[in-house]
């Protein structure tokens, strides 16, 4: 009987093929198959999770791990990135300032591995991630294989006796120009939109330094005496209506809504501290819960151009400056 068993056993292990015992995903990069020494990919909820080790260094990560606190923090060019079980964060270098990385499927520990959605994380680096479901691979091309791929080859043009001059005008169109950019494209009407709406923040910024009450409103000041300075706020007035009265692309529609949103609130501010029937405290009360509600505003705005400038491959410390996703803060 025993002997029946065995033979049973035997059979059957030939008959089902070894493969679809364990189909693990396997991961690509710039046309490189990644190899995994122990712990492998594996797909949680129509996700692919990698091992913290093996993926991101080949992406231009380097990582650090806290035993303590069971957080990674990878640092990249231009980007830094807090993963732990409680969420993916994009770090500020200028603040403590936290921008969510949205994933479906959260970081976790499994057979004391720290494992990673690989997608939010890639994509956060400016990559681009595709999945092969048939052969269950991960094709990833880092934003550096892209600039290379997206740099144009200078065209060889043989003249010949009809050809007419080369045009002298050297005017730009209209349109969107691309601009070479080692981190990324970026459009030419999207620059300039982004430089009045930075330039816009921080002017107002700096004027608010002078007024007890706008900094409150930026949460730098918690005396709940207030007694506003208003000297500022007809330029501050003219820099929140230049806000308003921006025309983004339609990448930076989202940026936009945030900002506007944001000069809104300011003009609230001033209106109260313009209000001589309310009280110092009362004016306090009033500003901090509109402080509330700009710093929400603040998370939504960093989180948008944080998008924005990941999507598109953007340097974006190394063209704006390292504060550029704390300007209402």
């Given amino acids: 009987m025993k002997a029946k068993l065995i033979a049973a056993t035997l059979l059957f292990s030939l008959l089902v093929p070894y493969g679809v015992q364990a189909a693990q995903p396997t991961v690509e990069i710039d046309g ?3 190899v995994f020494p122990d712990a492998q990919p594996k797909i949680t909820e129509g996700r692919v999770l990698v ?4 993926v991101f260094e080949n992406l231009g990560f380097t990582i650090n791990w806290n035993q303590e ?3 990674a923090f990878l640092s990249g060019s231009g980007i830094r990135v807090q993963v732990s079980e409680e969420g993916i964060f994009a770090l500020s270098k200028a603040s403590n300032l936290q921008v969510p990385i949205e994933s479906d499927v959260p970081p976790q520990i499994w057979e004391d591995r720290f494992y990673i959605p690989l997608r939010a994380v890639a994509q956060a680096s400016g990559a681009k991630v595709d ?3 048939e052969s269950k691979k991960v094709i ?11 740099t144009p080859k200078p065209a060889v043009q043989t003249p010949t006796p009809s050809s007419p001059a080369p045009s002298q005008n050297t005017s730009v169109p209209d349109e969107d120009i691309a601009i070479d950019d080692p981190e990324g494209t970026l459009t030419a009407n999207d620059t300039a939109y982004l430089e009045s709406l930075f330039s816009s923040l921080d002017n107002i910024k700096a004027l608010a330094k002078n007024d007890p009450a706008l900094l409150c409103f930026y949460g730098l000041n918690n005396s709940d005496k207030l007694i506003p300075n208003t000297e ?3 330029q501050i007035q003219v820099l929140c209506d230049n806000i308003l009265s921006l025309t983004p692309t339609s990448k930076t529609e989202a940026i936009q809504a945030k900002a506007a949103e944001f000069a809104g609130l300011l003009k609230q501010e001033m209106t109260l501290c313009k209000d001589t029937s309310l009280t110092p405290y009362q004016l306090y009360e009033k500003t901090v819960e509109l402080s509330k509600k700009r710093y929400n505003i603040s998370l939504a705005y960093s989180s948008e151009l ?3 400038f990941t999507e598109n491959s953007i340097g974006f410390e190394r063209l704006f400056g390292e504060y550029v996703l704390d300007a209402m803060n």
């Fill in 32 to 34: 490189k198959t990644v």
């Fill in 51 to 54: 091992p913290l080790r093996g």
């Fill in 69 to 71: 606190s069971k957080t």
């Fill in 131 to 133: 999945w092969d479901a």
């Fill in 140 to 150: 990833i091309v880092s934003a550096s294989e892209q600039a290379k791929q997206d």
């Fill in 232 to 234: 500022e706020y007809p």
């Fill in 306 to 308: 944080y998008n924005y």
